[in-house]
């Protein structure tokens, strides 16, 4: 045969070269049994299969998205207020009074039931036990029981749904709070907010769906990664954008100096069109996500500052949230943002305060946690209630684990610390579908175990997504060879919850 | 284009292509042996080319036959089997080819009569083989004496008399799952044929476990969502339908999946009845009754398709459209505020979309009463967002007739007191914002949302 020429052996097929582009080694080698022989035949047939076209390729992940929403949304926007540290159950929510007589004596063997512990407390020779230095009261209709410490949200209970039966696998910050944001206890899957934007797009094109927030008025003792607002595998547009303090609310979104701006959207549609050669070359889809960011960055140019600005703010608001919310990048003034945030539909914003790791000096270090948050954290529900955003906007507060009973050291009433607890906490949700001045989950007298309705960190996640319309089993995304989603193979809807 | 997919169209070419050496090969050996007869004998001379194509074809078939057997669950010994005495088959008929050429047969001279016998034995291992491919595609049982002897089932005279297992839950699976889970394929390990291949289930465990739904991997497969990987029946196979669905449902949880029972000696059999009537065409089929306790309740008034072209015109226009749902097509219409998108230019597509509009949210857009008119079409709102707009008294006249209005966001409009009270006591809505306006002093709470 060698008489022909080799020409005659060519096949050109446009399919073909979209799939030698498009696929890399390992999609190759696992899809194909016949490996090169195939591909060539791929060439020949792929006009005459019905349906074969370029587009077909991501067709799961197109099947997987064409199907959401899977439910009727409850919650159209989300706010996450984390409470990063591990906030102690015993001062804010979980009332004990049983402890008060129990003060200073070993924990039970048969409470602890041999938990191991942190090697922060686990070789102190007694494990004293420490009640609440602060009182507790009921408040509201719903009469639920908050600390003294936390007068604010106290008025606005009737409007929370306070689960005292949170509890998670990790024992240790990073972990626990990795965990929390993705579904997995090791770095490298996407965080909710960024599942979120991946699975139900942007209702503001303006502005991306998914805006992080950290207080800059908080002990920075743990520390945070930009991977908890990752994107993890999925496309890079979907990870969360920082807003910061300052002069730069978002980095590199302002021109350089000396530069008017005034030819910007020329030079970036000569840019696109560049990312869009690159993009027919290699078909990396990450060309088209840099396309995605910089078009966004440059809308952003003008919505950012625009959001930002709080001067046309009544006084009436900053006296609500408290004199803090006049100093960008204080605790009141991201709460603040943040309304203003979901005023424009953003739908994911996650927020960060630090410092609520108090091993040590446990009484004081709260009390001024507390202090620093609990009015805006109040004056963020009511201001959502009045504004009827509530109605259609969910809210979380929470931190990644909860505090020992025990004291880490001495116990003196006025001085004691709590360690890490992942066995039980406290969290609350408040808003869109779930129900209002209601309390979900109960504790033993020990705040150490849980009696009754237990809550995993995944059936939270779960109930989350449902309450944006999605099933956590069926939001998935298929990487290095497997299918992976928020809640990876477990989480239940806890159904009690919702209104 | 996958090309998965190709290698699965090429060994669906199988059974075609299969049949070419069994005629070649047949072919030869009738012109073997008749060609003994003098009248015939020139014959004897295309024996080998036909031998030649019998090979080649054999060896497409087993090529074939081989990609056939990677795409489905086929039974592990038979489908062992089948491709051994295949590829024999080729080889065989290779070897007696190469026997015939002038070369080789100079060299080992193969009697007569020898070759004449090899040739039948092939015909003989081709039938063998051929039996058990049939067997693979058909069921073994399908070419069986006893189908002479077999009684066809007599169907029952009525719903009491049916038994729930043999005429009722059996025929469905057949029907429905047959097509890979019975005779010689057992995909994924499992088959349907007897109940107790079904409690024995396949590599994912038992298929049905008495009085355990959530156990029975058979029924989580048929209730999975239909996009879903696992869902079955797969490859767009037809899908048992809802009364099918509960027909199962019920005689694995209630029935405790039985057989050998009748209808009239189980218990709680009400739900049923008319699901198993319709199924044995002895009735009509009845209302489904079962609206899947998961799924949440929706206004069946909405309708469950939209006008896709209306939604892009509005998008262009400025408007944000959410889709709630795609099945009934929820939408949640959004005019941004400070856009000065006048809601006039809108009307065309707001006439189309208004029954599948759920919530809508015109808050800061300078509107009134005037404009606000197109309202009263939008029957099926349930959160109706107007705050910041100069609205007074008279928007109550515009949602009283909203029988699905359940929020209306009314904080700093012009609304007074008075207008509250236009929402008369049959009225759907639960909630009203008034905050900013005269109306609030009503509400005793400081956030001004009146709440009933």
Not at chain 1, 71 to 86: D, I, N, T, W
Not at chain 1, 266 to 279: D, G, I, R, W
Not at chain 1, 452 to 466: C, G, I, K, W
Request: with cysteine.
């Amino acid at each position: 045969m060698s008489h022909h020429h080799d020409d005659e052996f060519r096949i050109y097929s446009k399919e073909f070269e979209d799939l030698h582009k498009k696929w890399d080694r390992r999609q190759f080698l696992t899809q194909t049994t016949l490996g090169l022989g195939a591909l060539a035949l791929g060439g020949l047939f792929g006009k005459n299969i019905p349906g074969a076209s370029p587009a077909a390729m991501g067709s799961l992940e197109q099947d997987i998205l064409a199907a959401l929403p899977h439910f009727a949304p409850k919650a159209k926007r989300v706010v996450y207020l984390f409470m990063s540290g591990g906030p102690s159950q015993f001062e804010t929510f979980d009332y004990k009074p049983k402890l008060i007589e129990l003060a200073g004596q070993n924990l039970p063997d048969s409470v602890r039931k041999g938990q191991r512990l942190t090697g922060m407390s686990a070789n102190q020779s007694s494990l004293p036990i420490a009640p609440s230095f602060y009182k507790f009261n009921q408040h509201g209709k719903s009469q639920t029981w908050v600390s003294e410490l936390l007068p604010h949200t106290a008025s606005v209970v009737d409007d929370l749904c306070v689960v005292k039966s949170i509890y998670t696998e990790a024992i240790n910050h990073d972990p626990a709070i990795t965990f929390f944001q993705t579904g997995s206890q090791l770095p490298g899957r996407p965080s909710i907010g960024s599942w979120i934007s991946y699975g139900l797009g942007t209702d503001n094109e303006n502005l991306p769906s998914f805006i992080v927030l950290i207080s800059k008025n908080a002990q920075k003792d743990q520390p945070l990664y930009s991977r908890l607002w990752g994107n993890g595998f999925l496309p890079s547009q979907h990870q969360g954008v920082q807003f910061r303090t300052g002069k730069d609310p978002v980095l590199f979104l302002n021109n350089p100096e000396g530069y008017d701006g005034t030819d910007r959207k020329e030079m970036l549609e000569y840019l696109s069109k560049l990312n869009t050669l690159q993009n027919d070359g290699y078909g990396d889809p990450e060309v088209v996500a840099r396309i995605a960011q910089y078009e966004m960055a440059y809308r952003m140019q003008t919505s950012v500052p625009e959001v930002m600005d709080i001067k046309d703010e009544p006084d009436e608001v900053f006296e609500l949230y408290g004199k803090d919310s006049r100093d960008p990048g204080t605790y009141a003034a991201n709460c603040l943002l943040a309304r203003k945030l979901l005023e424009k539909d953003v739908k994911f914003i996650q927020l960060y305060h630090q410092g609520w790791d108090q091993h040590g000096s446990l009484p004081s270090g709260i009390a001024q946690q507390c202090k620093t948050t609990d009015q805006a954290t109040a004056a963020f529900i009511k201001d959502l209630k009045r504004r009827g955003l509530l109605e259609d906007t969910l809210v979380i507060w929470g931190g990644e684990f909860g505090r020992t009973v025990y004291t880490q050291g001495k116990y003196i009433a006025d001085n004691y610390g709590r360690d890490h607890h992942p066995r039980c906490f406290t969290m609350w949700m408040a808003g869109a579908g779930v129900k209002a001045g209601f309390n979900y989950g109960e504790t033993d007298d020990f705040s150490y175990n849980i009696v009754r309705n237990p809550v995993h960190v995944h059936d939270f996640q779960a109930t989350l997504l449902h309450l944006m319309g999605i099933d956590h089993e069926r939001l998935t995304f298929k990487f290095q060879g497997r299918k992976f989603r928020l809640t990876d193979v477990e989480g239940h809807l806890v159904k009690d919850i919702l209104a | 284009m996958n090309l998965l997919d190709i290698s699965t169209y090429l060994g669906h070419l199988h059974p075609l292509v299969v049949h070419l050496p069994i005629g070649f090969l047949l072919l030869a050996v009738i012109f073997q042996i008749i060609s003994y007869w003098p009248k015939w004998a020139f014959l004897k001379g295309a024996v080998s080319i036909i031998l030649l194509l019998g090979f080649i074809s054999a060896v497409f078939a087993c090529i074939f036959g081989y990609l056939l057997a990677g795409s489905g669950d086929y039974d592990y010994y038979l489908v062992n089997s089948h491709r051994n005495s295949g590829i024999f088959i080729a080889v065989l008929s290779g070897l007696l080819y190469a026997s015939t050429l002038s070369p080789i047969s100079n060299r080992f001279k193969i009697p007569s009569k020898v070759f004449s016998i090899l040739l039948i034995a092939l015909t003989g291992i081709m039938a063998y083989s051929g039996h058990q491919g049939a067997g693979l595609t058909h069921g073994t049982d399908y070419l069986n004496l006893q189908i002479l002897t077999k009684q066809e089932r007599v169907p029952p005279p009525s719903v009491d008399e049916a038994f729930i297992y043999e005429d009722v839950v059996q025929p469905i699976m057949e029907s429905k799952c047959g097509s890979c889970h019975q005779g010689g394929k057992r995909k994924g390990g499992l088959s349907i044929h007897q109940l107790q291949s079904l409690l024995k289930g396949g590599k994912t465990g038992p298929a049905v476990v008495p009085g355990n739904l959530s156990e029975s991997e058979l029924f989580r497969r048929i209730t999975l969502s239909p996009t879903d990987e696992k869902f079955m029946p797969s490859d767009g196979k037809p899908a048992l339908s809802s009364g099918e669905t509960a027909i199962i449902r019920w005689w694995i949880e209630k029935a405790m999946a039985v057989e050998g029972k009748k209808i009239k000696d189980l218990q709680e059999t009400q739900k049923i009845k008319g699901l198993v009537a319709y199924s044995l065409k002895l009735g009509e089929s009845p209302e489904d009754e079962e609206g899947g306790s998961d799924s949440i309740a929706v206004n069946p008034d909405i309708p469950s398709t939209v006008d896709q072209i209306a939604i892009e015109s509005l998008r262009k226009k400025g408007v944000v459209v959410r889709v709630m749902l795609q099945k009934p097509a929820m939408l949640d219409l959004t005019l941004p505020s400070g856009k000065g998108i006048a809601l006039n230019t809108l009307s065309d597509e707001l006439g189309k979309l208004a029954k599948n509009t759920v919530w809508l949210n015109l808050a800061g857009n300078n509107l009134t009463e005037k404009e606000l008119n197109v309202l009263p079409s939008f029957s099926n709102l349930e959160k109706l967002r107007l705050e910041r707009n100069p609205v007074s008294d008279g928007i109550f006249d515009l949602v009283v007739g909203l029988k699905h209005l359940e929020s209306i966001n009314l904080s700093e409009t012009k609304i007074s007191k008075s207008g509250l009270e236009k929402l008369g006591p049959s009225s759907s809505v639960k909630r009203v914002y008034c905050w900013g306006t005269g109306a609030s002093e009503v509400v005793g709470d400081s956030s001004g949302v009146w709440v009933r």
